[in-house]
């Protein structure tokens, strides 16, 4: 690609599910394969950017050439995210982070006794807003899977969490959300609808975002 618009800049994007301990042997996830957080890794790249991959687990391959940190929970999620944002100039969260993790987890796996077991949870740290509360010149764009009303929600999320674009899926549409080759987006930022993307493969999705928010950075003088 001729065109380099990111160049010089640093791209931090965040892919996959967390894990959350419950005991030596078992745990609580989700479904997201790392497709959509790689896809827009590659966009960024293709652009000129320094790119950084945060990856929780993943199925999909990661992108060959590009610095990968791998993290397990939510909170170790937080830690590396907080490490790269100083200098960070643009930061995409398509990773499904735990909203709750056990509130202990076993040192041994637990033994089957009663008919019935109680998983108390807690909240995890937002990682999102919590960046976004301490945002300085980053451009943040979050994520929304959603399964009903998205436009409200995405709105929701992305002014509480102070994010500059907010990218919406809805994960029950086919071809659409978790694991699929290919999304269907609606992108969002403090005054509504910005784009809305038909069915299209991740990583060109990617490459929409990632175009998006290469506009959205010039006249920061960055
Ligand atoms: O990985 P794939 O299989 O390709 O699937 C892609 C995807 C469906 C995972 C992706 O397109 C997507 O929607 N990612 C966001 C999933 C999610 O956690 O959405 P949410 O609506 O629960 O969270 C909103 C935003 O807050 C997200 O940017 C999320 O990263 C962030 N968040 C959520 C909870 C939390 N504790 N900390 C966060 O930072």
Redesign the pocket.
């Known amino acids: 690609r001729a065109e380099k618009p990111l160049a010089g800049k640093k791209v931090v994007v965040?892919?996959?599910g967390t894990v959350e301990r419950i005991d030596p042997v078992r745990y609580i996830t989700n479904?997201?394969?790392?497709?959509?957080?790689f896809a827009i890794a590659k966009a960024a790249r293709e652009l000129g950017a320094d790119v950084t991959i945060i990856a929780g687990t993943t199925q999909?391959q990661p992108p060959v050439g590009i610095s990968l940190t791998r993290v397990s929970s939510?909170q170790e999620m937080y830690e590396a995210a907080l490490r790269e944002w100083a200098d960070t100039d643009i930061l995409v969260?398509?990773?499904?982070?735990?909203?709750y993790r056990p509130k202990e987890t076993a040192p041994n796996k637990i033994k089957k006794t009663g008919d019935s077991l109680v998983l108390e949870l807690v909240k995890?740290?937002?990682?999102?807003?919590t960046l976004g509360k301490q945002k300085t010149t980053q451009l943040l764009i979050?994520?929304?899977?959603?399964t009903e009303n998205l436009e409200q929600h995405a709105m929701d999320?992305l002014k509480r969490?102070n994010c500059d674009l907010l990218?919406a899926?809805d994960?029950t549409a086919e071809g659409a959300?978790?694991?699929?080759e290919t999304?269907i987006v609606n992108i969002y930022d403090a005054n509504g609808l910005v784009d809305s993307l038909p069915r299209l493969a991740?990583d060109e999705v990617g490459m929409r975002i990632m175009e998006l928010a290469a506009g959205r950075l010039k006249g920061t003088g960055r």
Request: a neutral charge; zero cysteines.
């Open positions: 965040t892919a996959g479904d997201s394969s790392g497709k959509m957080g999909a939510a969260k398509a990773a499904a982070v735990a909203d995890n740290i937002d990682i999102l807003e979050g994520f929304a899977a959603e999320k969490k990218v899926n994960v959300g978790f694991g699929a999304n991740k």
